[in-house]
């Protein structure tokens, strides 16, 4: 047996002005032929479940690319035929199933639905290939993507500690339908509901309602996987928004009533999957009563793991003003602040002219740097290796990173955007995060899968940037229309 196994991932911020080429799929990691499957096996991806699956199923395994890149605007044409065209290539020669490690909110230059049409690809190269898919909880589930594979499944978790588990289960569905042992069917829908990315983390409601119900589901007597999207509604395409696919061992009706109950709760809860906002200033003024640290400020407007510019300024130049101390920030992206800062030494101060660099037109806003005074504390290469729950074992590439020192303040700078979700970001650098009062983080609910265990409060605290969850900022011109709440639905 010859399985094809493949990750394509990327979630496209149709808002974002920082371009998806294939060097930042290069600047992640990523990986061509066997070196895929060197970069990845034994990691916590649903591309080393499948392989695991795959190797104990006495399989060949053929690994034509590893692919993924922080969330940014929409993929090259280059890019995304690059990356398909080497999955393509190798369905033409010939496997007997495929497993695809894919996002599900990717829009590209060739088409808005960039799974979808990578897996309608493969089907008129090999109409009746067995393929299983795993997909982010961000996904934006389309009809191309449930028509065009054979079993399905997204995260229970966000953070997305579970992706291995999720592989390691879909995948063992569709060995088990090859083999006879079962007979899948899907059953999907979505709803008129664009909910916010910040009201998605799966302890809190109302995510953790759906996820319960996904669970308990699953449970049921012939139910092979259950998922909630919350889907990613910065992707201004047709099928943004919120959705649910069931797969059953051959019981359609059963799929679909299981799939009707999980959407009407969803639409239920349609006003709690969406965020609130309080002033920047007063959030940081509150912030400044709070002693026990560290206190987790969360930067979510420019959050580069939604595909943001994570260079706004807006809410250091705020904690600055406010005098907040023992401040640890991660982090500003300004590959030109790292050169300045490793022309002049470490230990040596510098006055910077520090991020700001990008303007982003979609919410008309442009970059305002930030001048500010300091001593550069470290010097790194940005590399270093995830130890914590999400992204086991995957080495990241900052690129040339720096720390500057501002006396209230360490700012970690880098070269390559980078969400941070782990404390690497910081430990790498030689900063304990640990110890500090404060941690500025430029994320929105990733950064639990590191700082949660260290954390004492976090507070969201509403700066500017593409990832902002106010929606008057943001023109949205292709998603399905009406929508909740862009518009003001009266249907209960």
Not at 4 to 29: C, Y
Not at 58 to 69: K, N
Not at 131 to 138: E, F, Q, S, W
Not at 157 to 179: C, F, K
Request: glycine share 8%.
């Amino acid at each position: 047996m010859r399985i094809l196994i493949a990750m394509m991932k990327h979630e496209t911020n149709t808002f974002s002005p920082i371009v998806a080429d294939w060097k930042r799929f290069q600047d992640w990691g990523a990986h061509l032929g066997e070196d895929a499957l060197k970069a990845y096996e034994g990691t916590g991806m649903p591309f080393a479940a499948y392989v695991k699956l795959a190797r104990d199923a006495g399989a060949e395994i053929v690994t034509p690319v590893a692919a993924e890149a922080m969330p940014s605007g929409p993929v090259t044409r280059e890019a995304y035929e690059l990356m398909s065209n080497a999955i393509l290539d190798e369905v033409r020669k010939g496997v007997d199933a495929a497993m695809l490690d894919l996002h599900g909110a990717m829009v590209s230059e060739v088409t808005d639905d960039g799974e979808g049409t990578l897996l309608e690809r493969i089907r008129e190269i090999a109409p009746d290939l067995p393929i299983a898919v795993t997909l982010d909880l961000h996904c934006n589930l389309t009809a191309k993507m449930v028509d065009n594979c054979t079993v399905l499944i997204g995260y229970k978790t966000y953070p997305h500690v579970d992706m291995y588990e999720v592989g390691m289960q879909i995948g063992q569905a569709l060995l088990d339908g090859m083999a006879g042992k079962i007979n899948p069917v899907m059953s999907w829908g979505n709803a008129p509901l664009l909910s916010q990315t910040l009201r998605q983390g799966t302890d809190d409601e109302p995510m953790a309602t759906l996820i319960r119900l996904c669970r308990e589901a699953e449970q049921e007597t012939g139910v092979i996987a259950a998922t909630a999207f919350g889907g990613f509604a910065l992707a201004d395409m047709r099928d943004a928004g919120n959705s649910v696919i069931i797969v059953t061992d051959g019981d359609k009706a059963k799929a679909d009533e299981i799939r009707d109950r999980i959407l009407a709760r969803i639409w239920e809860l349609k006003d709690d999957f969406i965020y609130q906002h309080t002033p920047l200033a007063e959030q940081v003024a509150k912030a400044k009563t709070m002693t026990d640290g560290p206190i987790l400020l969360l930067d979510h407007a420019d959050n580069c793991g939604s595909g943001a510019t994570q260079d706004v300024m807006t809410v250091i130049e705020e904690v600055l003003r406010q005098g907040l101390e023992d401040v640890a920030v991660a982090a500003v992206w300004d590959p030109a602040a790292v050169q300045e800062m490793q022309k002049a030494g470490v230990g040596n101060k510098v006055t910077l002219k520090l991020g700001g660099k990008t303007d982003m037109p979609s919410i008309g806003e442009v970059g305002e740097p930030l001048t500010v005074t300091g001593v550069v504390k470290t010097l790194t290469n940005g590399e270093w290796i995830v130890r914590g729950p999400m992204y086991t074992g995957v080495k990241v590439f900052m690129g040339p990173t720096a720390v500057l020192d501002t006396g209230n303040m360490e700012i970690v700078i880098v070269s390559n955007h980078h969400e941070p979700w782990d404390t690497g970001v910081f430990t790498s650098v030689g900063i304990q995060p640990e110890y500090k009062r404060y941690l500025i983080l430029k994320s929105r609910i990733h950064y639990r899968a590191g700082f949660a265990p260290i954390g004492k409060a976090t507070l969201t605290l509403d700066g500017k940037g593409v990832t902002t969850s106010d929606n008057r900022l943001l023109r949205y011109e292709k998603v399905r229309r009406p929508v909740y709440p862009l518009d003001l639905l009266n249907r209960e």
